[in-house]
T-cell receptor, first 111, second 111 residues
Framework: KAGVTQTPRYLIKTRGQQVTLSCSPI?????VSWYQQTPGQGLQFLFE???????NKGNFPGRFSGRQFSNSRSEMNVSTLELGDSALYLC??????????FGPGTRLTVT | EDKVVQSPLSLVVHEGDTVTLNCSYE??????LLWYKQEKKAPTFLFML????IEKKSGRLSSILDKKELFSILNITATQTGDSAIYLC???????????FGQGTRLTINP
């Protein structure tokens, strides 16, 4: 089975811009979760989608949003980018067995 | 607040040594505990532990969970330089499909 894929792998944006990241889960997995990884804060949960519905949300501002499509692919959007949003954004997919498998991540740099 | 603490934060050993990595947790609704290995990319799944006292094993790696004392250990025997990585412990929160991560243990294996 193909693993979780994320696009793009690298992004450089300017403060104030917005960005959209994409994640395709493992075939058959319906749950997609997003995480932010930074050297200072480690891995932090952003949100989780299942069957096109956001089921859970972490403690991030409203500038961070997402959605899931009927084929389980998910997108994450960050508006009005700040320098502190520079991070590795990881997507993970899971089936009903709860193990979460991570994609390669999108490295976002905000200048 | 849900919390996962790993120790040590950093460990340097020689090839062939055996290492034990620790993970303790305080969470409101525990579902499972997961271990991941992260090199210069996304975390790769190692184990998921749900029941106390049942050892999970994969080659030279093994892990066990103690739900009474709220901790888990990851053992690596006969370490190799390829084991050098950050090892992450995470707790899956029941009902939230959210992983709460520890800070990670940076393991370095010297030849």
């Amino acid at each position: 089975k193909a693993g979780v894929t994320q696009t793009p792998r690298y992004l450089i944006k300017t403060r104030g811009q917005q960005v959209t990241l994409s994640c395709s889960p493992i075939s058959g997995h319906r749950s997609v979760s997003w995480y932010q990884q930074t050297p200072g804060q480690g891995l932090q949960f952003l949100f989780e989608y299942f069957s096109e519905t956001q089921r859970n949300k972490g403690n991030f501002p409203g500038r961070f949003s997402g959605r899931q499509f009927s084929n389980s692919r998910s997108e994450m959007n960050v508006s009005t980018l700040e320098l502190g949003d520079s991070a590795l954004y990881l997507c993970a997919s899971s089936s009903t067995h709860y193990e979460q498998y991570f994609g390669p991540g999108t490295r976002l740099t905000v200048t | 607040e849900d919390k996962v603490v790993q120790s040590p934060l950093s460990l340097v050993v020689h090839e062939g040594d055996t290492v034990t990595l620790n993970c303790s947790y305080e969470v409101t609704n525990f579902r499972s505990l997961l271990w991941y290995k992260q090199e210069k990319k996304a975390p790769t799944f190692l184990f998921m532990l749900t029941s106390s006292g049942i050892e999970k094993k994969s080659g030279r790696l093994s892990s066990i969970l103690d739900k009474k004392e709220l901790f888990s250990i990851l053992n690596i025997t006969a370490t190799q330089t390829g084991d050098s990585a950050i090892y992450l412990c995470a707790v899956l929160i029941q009902g939230a499909q959210k992983l709460v991560f520890g800070q990670g243990t940076r393991l370095t294996i010297n030849p």
